[in-house]
Structures are given as structure tokens and as C-alpha cells.
């Protein structure tokens, strides 16, 4: 539905029908992004009543404040994906998330081992690095002392990570 794509008249009205508190707003909402939102959730709280449960913390987020989401800055994507995660780390904080990794908590500057974020190949480290930071609702710091990592370190693996994410969806 073209209310949603990404243009910014798009963006407008979906804040116009939530701003009005049109109840279609969350019913848009819904329709297009409870999959984004549930393998997010999932992913980071892996129980399925625990998801059920941040999935309607976060509807009753967004519809409570909504005057947070600005169309001319950003998108509702975006904004829908940032209120998940918040929700998700309210649950499961940074410590309890690592303890889900069937990896080990350490990464060598040599596990080249290729994996994937979202179909491009890349080090293993920049993969972990943007599991813990977007998955795990770490900061950098802590991030970098779980990864056994400096700040810096984590920084150019954190972009490095992101610029296989930009390469891809402009591929799309």
C-alpha cells in the first residue's frame, strides 16, 4: 500500500492518520511491518509468549507516542524497528542477550570465516558486532568488552557491517 512506501508524502499521511488517532495507522502498521517486528522480537527474546508481550508493548508505544516518529527525519520503518528493539531490551537486557549466543563471547582479529547480514558476505567479527549492537541492544563499550575488542576496534567492525548493509539495500 503506497501509504507506507518511502517517499515523504507517504510518511505524512501515515503520521496525518496516526496524529488523528485514526486506528488505520495501526492497522497500516500491522498489516506491513508485524513480520519485521516479530522476527526482530524473536530474535532477541526467543519466546514466543515474551514476544507476544513486547509486540503489544510496542503497538501501545507507537500509539501513545507518536508525535516521537518526524516524517521529514525519518522513516516508519526505521522509527517501527528502533521502538521494537527499545521494547525488546526493556525484557532482556545486554548481559542475558549474550548468554543466548551459542557462540563464544571472545572473536579473534583472524575468524574470517564468511557469513552473511542479509545476503553479503563479511567477517565474522562485523557480524557479531552488529548482532550484539542491533540484536542485543548493547552500546559500543559494552559491546567491545564482550567481543573482547577495543572501542575502535568495534567501531570499524560496526561499519564495515553497515556498509554491507548499505551496498545491499541499494542493490534492492
Not at 508524502?9 to 485514526?22: P, V, W
Not at 582479529?109 to 557480524?127: C, E, Q, R, T, W
Amino acid at each position: 500500500m503506497a501509504i507506507l512506501s518511502g517517499d515523504k508524502l507517504s510518511q505524512k499521511h501515515f503520521y496525518d492518520l496516526l496524529r488523528k488517532r485514526d486506528k488505520k495507522a495501526m492497522e497500516l502498521l500491522y498489516d506491513h511491518y508485524v513480520p519485521v517486528m516479530y522476527g526482530i522480537v524473536m530474535r532477541i527474546v526467543r519466546n514466543e509468549d515474551l514476544a507476544e508481550k513486547v509486540l503489544t508493548r510496542a503497538f501501545r508505544y507507537i500509539w501513545k507516542n507518536y508525535r516521537e516518529f518526524d516524517p521529514d527525519k525519518q522513516n516508519v520503518c526505521a522509527w517501527v524497528i528502533n521502538v521494537t528493539r527499545r521494547m525488546c531490551g526493556e525484557e532482556v537486557p545486554f548481559v542475558e542477550f549474550t548468554q543466548y549466543l551459542n557462540e563464544p563471547a571472545v572473536i579473534t582479529p583472524m575468524d574470517k570465516s564468511k557469513l552473511s547480514i542479509s545476503g553479503l558476505p563479511s567477517s565474522a567479527k562485523s557480524k557479531k558486532v552488529f548482532e550484539l549492537l542491533f540484536f542485543g541492544n548493547g552500546s559500543v563499550s559494552q559491546v567491545a568488552k564482550h567481543a573482547g575488542m577495543s572501542v575502535a576496534e568495534t567501531k570499524r567492525s560496526l561499519k564495515e557491517a553497515l556498509e554491507g548493509l548499505r551496498f545491499v539495500s541499494e542493490k534492492v
